[in-house]
């Protein structure tokens, strides 16, 4: 084998080994996948956004709730007996309103009983979806958190009802921008509010209760809802998920494993 051929040959393995590791991966989190659902006869659906590299360049990867998501968890029940349990575990910051709320409402209306499984946290979009089940299954120290409206702008995300606050604080003195993003930010806490109304309706006698707290703003939108906070609120929380979802969350690396 002369040179040429091995340098091609070492640069092909360089190129390929990362994917098929991947692959690998993938089967591996499959397996785990498959083996939640046969013990607890359930169909397992996941919703993991964990930080990991794109094989070969080594850049790091950001997932959120996106419509992607929506369509993909409203085909899975669409296609499944009505009479399935449904394990969905959420590992999330959140995402896209429009996204959370379809996948609430389509995991709300399957006939069977729907269980959120949450290891360590499901906030904003993923505590919508939450918000959807007959039970959320939450590790000791894991989270849920508000479902307050966020405006992108250039500066970033900025929490509506903060600027609501300023417009109101401001009045007539309020820049253009600022009184645009107040009454947009108010038709949109409205339309969340209404939401988590129309997922906890005949379920939960407090849900006017829980839509206000979430959506108030008056906690920061990464603020940590506890498991005992959920209980409080009134919240279908239990403590404890099953050791397989560890294991699957295991096959998850984070920014600095290797």
Do not use: C
């Amino acid at each position: 084998m002369d040179q040429s051929t091995l340098f091609f040959l070492l640069l092909f393995a360089m190129f390929m080994w990362p994917q098929l590791s991947f692959a690998m991966l993938q089967a591996k989190r499959r397996a785990i996948i498959r083996m939640i659902g046969r013990k607890h006869k359930s169909e397992v659906i996941t919703l993991i956004h964990r930080q990991e590299k794109l094989a070969f360049l080594g850049l790091p990867l950001f997932r959120f709730i996106d419509m992607d998501d929506a369509e993909m968890v409203q085909r899975r029940i669409r296609t499944m007996p009505a009479h399935k349990n449904i394990d969905i575990i959420i590992h999330s910051t959140g995402g896209i309103v429009l996204a959370a709320a379809q996948i609430a409402r389509a995991i709300r209306d399957h006939p069977a009983k729907i269980r959120v499984i949450v290891p360590h946290y499901a906030m904003s979009g993923g505590t919508l979806i939450a918000l959807a089940a007959d039970e959320i299954l939450m590790d000791e120290h894991a989270v849920l958190g508000p479902v307050d409206p966020q405006i992108l702008s250039l500066k970033g995300a900025i929490p509506v009802r903060v600027m609501m606050e300023v417009a109101k604080i401001k009045g007539k003195s309020a820049s253009d921008e600022t009184l645009f993003i107040s009454k947009v930010g108010e038709r949109a806490v409205n339309e969340v509010r209404s939401v988590i109304e129309e997922l906890l309706d005949g379920r939960n006698k407090d849900k006017a209760k829980i839509a206000n707290y979430l959506t108030s703003g008056k906690i920061t939108h990464d603020f940590p809802i506890t498991a005992k906070e959920a209980q409080k609120l009134g919240l279908p929380v239990k403590v404890g998920i099953p050791k397989e979802v560890y294991d699957l969350m295991d096959t998850y690396q984070t920014h600095y494993e290797q």
